[in-house]
């Protein structure tokens, strides 16, 4: 009970979003935050370890102004939960196709410079992680089992293909980026519901 009490919401929150729920597919490097594989083949994530990694991503986050962040999302699952993010943090959101050249091309105008780049999937948010290893910021991403983690500075493993999954991580990212800033307190000045990020389909 003492290991439940740390965790960043309760294990029933986790669990009821599916957030631990991978893929059939496993690469290598995902394999260290697997816990087991069920009889129908899909890899369970192990809890302990997401709940980790988003309180180190936050802290890692938190280090930046909101305006030095870029989070990408190709994937309409995880639109809802980044516009959510976005409007909650300040943190710059691109949905839907990322914009060639937007990070590396000063002569576009559409030109942005950023900091540091959290994307929800590697595979097809591939063009802006391109682009942020071409400048050299920090990249976090997202990686579900069947993620590869070349060029990622920093992994947070979860279920990357499911809305209430992302909604629920997005909610969480979002409540500790804003009290590691020391912009709120303590959870409970976070205003904001786990529904607001799309949990809820």
Request: proline share 4%; charged share 30%; hydrophobic share 40%.
């Given at each position: 009970?003492?290991?439940?009490?740390?965790?960043?919401?309760?294990?029933?929150?986790?669990?009821?979003?599916?957030?631990?729920?991978?893929?059939?597919?496993?690469?290598?490097?995902?394999?260290?935050?697997?816990?087991?594989?069920?009889?129908?083949?899909?890899?369970?994530?192990?809890?302990?370890?997401?709940?980790?990694?988003?309180?180190?991503?936050?802290?890692?986050?938190?280090?930046?102004?909101?305006?030095?962040?870029?989070?990408?999302?190709?994937?309409?699952?995880?639109?809802?939960?980044?516009?959510?993010?976005?409007?909650?943090?300040?943190?710059?959101?691109?949905?839907?196709?990322?914009?060639?050249?937007?990070?590396?091309?000063?002569?576009?105008?559409?030109?942005t410079e950023a900091k540091i780049l959290l994307i929800t999937d590697p595979w097809p948010d591939k063009n802006a992680l391109g682009d942020a290893v071409k400048i050299g910021i920090p990249?976090?991403?997202?990686?579900?089992?069947?993620?590869?983690?070349?060029?990622?500075?920093?992994?947070?493993?979860?279920?990357?293909?499911?809305?209430?999954?992302?909604?629920?991580?997005?909610?969480?990212?979002?409540?500790?980026?804003?009290?590691?800033?020391?912009?709120?307190?303590?959870?409970?000045?976070?205003?904001?519901?786990?529904?607001?990020?799309?949990?809820?389909?």
């Amino acid at each position: 009970m003492a290991e439940q009490e740390k965790l960043l919401v309760d294990l029933n929150q986790y669990l009821k979003a599916g957030v631990h729920i991978g893929t059939k597919f496993r690469t290598k490097y995902m394999s260290q935050f697997i816990y087991k594989v069920r009889p129908d083949g899909l890899s369970v994530l192990n809890l302990k370890k997401i709940d980790d990694r988003i309180g180190l991503a936050s802290k890692f986050l938190a280090n930046y102004e909101p305006g030095d962040i870029i989070v990408v999302g190709r994937r309409e699952n995880s639109w809802d939960a980044i516009k959510k993010f976005s409007e909650v943090t300040g943190i710059r959101a691109i949905t839907g196709r990322y914009p060639p050249g937007m990070l590396t091309n000063p002569a576009l105008e559409i030109f942005t410079e950023a900091k540091i780049l959290l994307i929800t999937d590697p595979w097809p948010d591939k063009n802006a992680l391109g682009d942020a290893v071409k400048i050299g910021i920090p990249v976090v991403a997202i990686c579900d089992t069947n993620n590869e983690s070349n060029y990622i500075d920093f992994v947070i493993p979860c279920n990357n293909k499911g809305k209430k999954s992302l909604g629920l991580l997005f909610y969480i990212l979002a409540r500790e980026y804003l009290k590691n800033r020391g912009a709120i307190k303590s959870d409970d000045d976070f205003k904001y519901k786990e529904e607001d990020f799309g949990v809820e389909e």
